[in-house]
């Protein structure tokens, strides 16, 4: 299976830049997976397609504002680091630009001082482990220091931060948002609770990885990144029991398609945990417990288009993709949505 029948032409003008003012405004592509059959809808229209008894299971991960600039501290030269996962309470996996400057030993010099960093070792890609001190907490220092790690063909500054988290993110450690879930808000999710629908919140904290394009030819022969998950005891018993009495698991976007499918049995039942997973879903795949998936549009050749292509067919994706980039639905993390089922 080769990367480059993942490919599709996109005009860079479809790239959505920012987020529209409504979230529930944006456009939703319906299709059919056994038929490919299409429908273009808005996304408040997703609760005619919902039915009671279906379980929504979305990814309550919060992104932390990862994005640091600072200088270092010996010749003040620039720096900026990004936070990749925490290793242990101060020490933290980063990448850092330009790394050269930044050899073990190096300190660097965030705020005027209202957070220090101590390069501590080079570790796999060439990622540095920094170590922080600062005064207080460090999640309100970030807060107040760290700016939004939005995706590198987004270019628009974030003028409002909560743009770029889900109405429901609770679980700090997100260095990339949930995309597939901007487009739910308060009301509508109330409105889907009160159809009978169940709501289901796992956790799972999305990596910079998400965006690294697939270096190799051979689909089979990429690596995933490893990313952390939780499911917690509760939410799994309502997936169970969603799947015992017919109703349907829908999952909003691949995070929590790779969360339930990573903690799911060869039996089909999903265990309550936590750990790491580096699932990696493309064609062929038997999906274990996951019926109808709610995401964005993807970019070409990315693990993502490899995911949705196992569920609805290869063919059938690219073509939704050709109708989608011809009626100019918007594209990526701010762009509109695709509803499969």
């Given amino acids: 299976m080769n990367v480059k029948d993942f490919y599709f032409e996109l005009p860079q003008e479809l790239i959505a830049q920012d987020p529209l003012e409504d979230r529930a405004a944006s456009r939703l592509l319906v299709m059919n997976k056994e038929t490919g059959r299409i429908e273009h809808r808005t996304f408040r229209n997703i609760t005619e397609y919902l039915r009671p008894g279906d379980c929504l299971v979305v990814n309550d991960t919060k992104v932390i504002p990862a994005r640091l600039f600072g200088v270092k501290e010996d010749t003040g030269a620039k720096i900026e680091v990004l936070l990749l996962k925490r290793r242990e309470k101060d020490i933290w996996e980063t990448l850092v630009k330009p790394g050269k400057k930044s050899?073990?030993?190096?300190?660097?010099?965030?705020?005027?001082?209202?957070?220090?960093?101590?390069?501590?070792?080079?570790?796999?890609?060439?990622?540095?482990?920094?170590?922080?001190?600062?005064?207080?907490?460090?999640?309100?220092?970030?807060?107040?220091?760290?700016?939004?790690?939005?995706?590198?063909?987004?270019?628009?500054?974030?003028?409002?931060?909560?743009?770029?988290?889900t109405v429901y993110a609770r679980q700090e450690g997100s260095a990339a948002a949930p995309t597939a879930g901007l487009h739910f808000t308060e009301e509508l999710l109330k409105q889907i609770e009160q159809m009978g629908v169940k709501i289901a919140r796992v956790t799972l904290h999305v990596g910079l990885g998400t965006f690294r394009p697939v270096k190799v030819d051979n689909v089979l022969d990429h690596h995933m990144h490893s990313e952390f998950y939780e499911v917690r005891e509760e939410e799994a018993r309502k997936i169970n029991q969603t799947k015992a009495s017919k109703g349907r698991v829908i999952c909003v976007g691949t995070t929590s398609c790779r969360t339930l499918e990573s903690a799911t049995g060869e039996d089909g039942i999903l265990r309550a945990g936590r750990g790491w997973t580096e699932i990696f879903i493309y064609p062929g795949y038997q999906f274990k417990i996951l019926d109808c998936l709610i995401t964005n549009f993807h970019l070409p050749e990315s693990t993502l288009v490899m995911l949705v292509?196992?569920?609805?067919?290869?063919?059938?994706?690219?073509?939704?993709?050709?109708?989608?980039?011809?009626?100019?639905?918007?594209f990526f993390s701010f762009g509109d949505a695709m509803f499969i089922y």
């Fill in 309 to 330: 292509s196992a569920l609805a067919g290869r063919e059938q994706v690219l073509h939704a993709y050709e109708e989608a980039i011809r009626e100019r639905y918007r």
């Fill in 103 to 165: 050899r073990p030993g190096a300190a660097i010099v965030f705020g005027g001082g209202l957070l220090k960093g101590t390069v501590l070792e080079v570790v796999d890609e060439g990622n540095r482990l920094i170590q922080f001190q600062y005064e207080g907490i460090f999640e309100e220092v970030l807060d107040q220091l760290g700016q939004m790690p939005l995706p590198p063909y987004i270019t628009h500054q974030l003028q409002d931060k909560n743009r770029y988290q």
